[in-house]
């Protein structure tokens, strides 16, 4: 039961405004693939395309190398999780999870069978015949799951499913969809809009905004080696620190005009000075300290701009001046357009340079 | 007396959401609870008085019901009243007649608004502005303004005396289409989406989803729907010239023709044997009426 997805060229207009942009996307086998970005970026309409609720303006979707494109929403072996769960409000528990079954002329025994099986998984065993008004944010979340998981589909599709509970619950529910990820070894596909979450559950995360896919790899790659602007600001918190190249000094760079942006990360700026690490030194002033337990947070104005500074387990540091260093290797270059620059390294006062491309 | 019950239950809403309204200091609340329940109690009279009026008539005997002033209930009831109104004339064939019609017309109704209601609700096609349109104009046209031409057509059918022709003008409703319209677009798409997802087609999902969702709708619609054709006078007298699909309506304002002189009684009787269907079916929706009105959509 393969079920790769394919999204080939992919165009959605609604009227004449253009939500999705010439989109490419392979969404492997067995995957858990995250879509993530900021509110408005399409995500949903992605998911409501390869689910057949909404119906692309151009391009083709394939599931396990066969076209859907005319193929309706209840015969594309896709399951669908909504973000308020859309739990049928005049049915029981059971009659929810049974609906689709019955419409597939599944016989009774077997969809006795199944329901029992499911119900024992998700744990709603005793709420088998409640309405949905009567049970909790989180055993209305299971019902939606199993509603989903009885249809034994070859593809999942969340769209925010765990934007409606608590923190608590949230990560609880979180946990239990990777378990329940890894146990069916089905394709998921999730849509959210927090990042963390993302990181925590994405075997592979799609970065998008505007329409537009900005970067699919996986979590490490995305933090480690974000493609552009957006992807390097939209992963971590706080997110990596961006300062205007042309008000760096210090820095000593071939090609230098071809940089637009400086970025490093929060957590990779040293406040020690006795370090003895190369790297890009500021001067600056502590504007803010914020204490989060473990780690505490620094807003730091310089002559190049205000950055943000993430230590871990150290003592706060008092000083309202300080100098920071960013080791050379932890600094990224993009182009004006937002693009990264690869293969640059910066080395103290010396105007040699290594590997650029 | 559906308008009676209406405003009941609309009180009883107005008196709940008032009563809602705890914070407020307390004296003022205790001052509005009072009017409230006195305003009531007057709506409950205005409406009930009638009621009682006719039931007392209807087991007084003919001198009684002149005297004035008149008594409440009758020293010895006369219960044979009854057994004179159903007698003097053929009134199982009436209620026979009455039952058939009512319940046709509903069914019939309930078979097209709902697919129609579905329809303008939750598709936009061509022209679906325009024909709501027409089905909300048709709500605005008193049925004294066309009956003569649906008359001739009928007459025209040969189906003058029978029940098909006091049947089919009722086949839908406009203001059923519309009630039932304002409902189901109420309900949110995810639903209809869920169902699609579950490959449920397009009548189970009216069936298994929306209507069960909008059943407090329904079942007040059908109500007035039944009440409304089981108290019809005007289209059964203009369709009817023998007793073959006369309803009880006609039959008991003959009672009254028949007597010459005007038999309070037997009419009053008559009238009771008339609304008690209605009072049962209402007994037994009365919880679902209530809830259509305090009916706020899907949560
Ligand atoms: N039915 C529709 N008609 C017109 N425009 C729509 C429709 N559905 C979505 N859009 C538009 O498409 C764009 C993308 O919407 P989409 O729902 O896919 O965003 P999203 O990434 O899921 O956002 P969120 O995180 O807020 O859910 C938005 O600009 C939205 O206004
Ligand atoms: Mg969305």
């Known amino acids: 039961m393969m079920a790769k997805i394919e999204l080939k060229n992919i165009g959605k207009k609604f009227k004449d405004e253009e939500v999705i942009k010439n989109l490419n996307l392979t969404i492997e086998d067995g995957s858990f693939t995250v879509l993530v970005g900021p509110s408005g970026c399409g995500k949903s309409t992605t998911l409501r395309m390869i689910a057949g609720l909404d119906k692309q303006t151009s391009g083709d979707i394939l599931i396990g190398g066969r076209s859907v494109n005319h193929i309706a929403p209840g015969l594309r072996d896709v399951a669908m999780v909504f973000q308020n769960y859309a739990l049928y409000p005049t049915m029981t528990v059971r009659e929810n999870i049974e609906f689709g079954l019955k419409n597939r002329k599944v016989p009774k025994q ?66 239990e969809l990777i378990q329940l990820h890894r146990r069916l070894g089905t394709t998921f596909v999730y849509v959210t809009h927090d ?10 995360i799609v970065v998008m905004n505007q329409g ?20 390097a600001q939209f992963i971590g918190t706080p997110a990596m620190n961006i300062l205007n190249f042309s008000e760096v000094q ?11 942006y400086l970025g490093f990360r929060p957590e990779h700026v040293l406040m020690k000075q006795d370090l003895h690490r190369e790297g890009f030194t500021l001067d600056g002033e502590i504007v803010t300290r914020e204490s989060l337990g473990a780690e505490t947070i620094y807003q730091i104005k310089s002559k190049a701009g205000v950055f943000f500074v993430k230590t871990f387990l150290e003592p706060m540091e008092m000083n309202s001046q300080i100098k920071v260093t960013i080791p050379y290797e932890q600094l990224y270059y993009f182009a004006p357009d937002g693009q990264r620059i690869r293969g640059i390294e910066a080395r103290e006062k010396s105007l040699s340079f290594v590997g650029g491309k | 007396m559906k308008e009676a019950n209406r405003t009941i239950a609309e009180g009883r809403v107005w008196f709940q959401s008032a009563g809602k309204e705890a914070w407020m200091a307390k004296g003022a609340n205790m001052a509005i609870r009072a009017v409230n329940l006195i305003g009531l109690l007057l709506l409950v009279l205005i409406f009930a008085l009638p009621f009682a009026w006719m039931i007392s008539t209807s087991l007084k005997t003919m001198p009684e019901t002149m005297v004035f002033p008149p008594e409440w209930i009758p020293k010895n009831p006369v219960w044979q009243n009854f057994s004179e109104a159903w007698s003097s004339g053929p ?52 049925s004294q303004l066309i009956f003569l ?26 203001f059923g289409i519309f009630l039932l319209r304002q409902a189901f677009k109420q309900v949110p798409e995810e639903l209809i989406e869920a169902a699609r997802l579950d490959n449920a087609k397009e009548w189970k999902v009216i069936l298994n989803i929306m209507v069960p969702l909008v059943r407090p709708v329904l079942i007040t619609f059908a109500l007035f729907s039944f009440i409304a054709h089981w108290n019809d006078y005007f289209w059964p007298l203009v369709m009817t010239t023998d007793e073959t699909a006369r309803t009880l309506p006609l039959g008991i304002a003959k ?40 009916y706020n959509g899907v949560k």
């Not at chain 1, 210090?250 to 637009?260: F, M, Q, S, V, W």
């Not at chain 2, 098909?164 to 086949?171: E, H, K, Q, V, Y």
């Open chain 2, 149 to 174: 031409p649906v008359y001739l057509e009928l007459s025209a059918w040969k189906l003058l005396n029978t029940h098909l022709g006091l049947i089919l003008p009722f086949a839908s409703s406009a």
């Open chain 2, 255 to 294: 009672i009254r023709e028949v007597e010459g002189v005007a038999t309070w009684n037997i009419l009053m009787a008559g009238n009771l044997i008339l609304v008690l269907p209605i009072l049962i079916v209402f007994f037994f929706a009365q919880r679902q009426i209530i809830r259509a009105f305090v």
């Open chain 1, 250 to 260: 210090g820095l000593h760079i071939p090609a230098a005009e071809r940089i637009g």
């Open chain 1, 110 to 175: 077997e969809r006795d069978t199944l329901i029992h099986d499911i119900s024992e998984i998700v744990g709603l065993t005793s709420y088998l015949n409640k309405k949905p008004q009567m049970l909790s944010g989180g055993q209305r979340q299971r019902v939606a799951l199993a509603r989903a998981m009885v249809k034994q589909p070859k593809v999942f599709i969340l769209d925010e499913p765990l934007s409606n509970l608590d923190a608590k619950l949230r990560n609880q529910m979180r946990t």
């Open chain 2, 91 to 142: 009134f199982l064939q009436y209620f026979v007649n009455s039952v058939v019609i009512a319940v046709c017309i509903l069914a019939l109704q309930m078979l097209t608004i709902i697919p129609a209601a579905y329809a303008f609700a939750r598709y936009q096609f061509k022209g679906s502005g325009l024909l709501f349109g027409m089905v909300m104009i048709t709500l605005m046209i008193p």
């Open chain 1, 212 to 231: 537009v896919i900005q970067q699919a790899a996986s979590p490490a790659k995305l933090y480690g080696d974000p493609e552009n602007l957006f992807t």
């Open chain 1, 195 to 204: 990042q963390v979450e993302a990181m925590s559950m994405g075997d592979v």
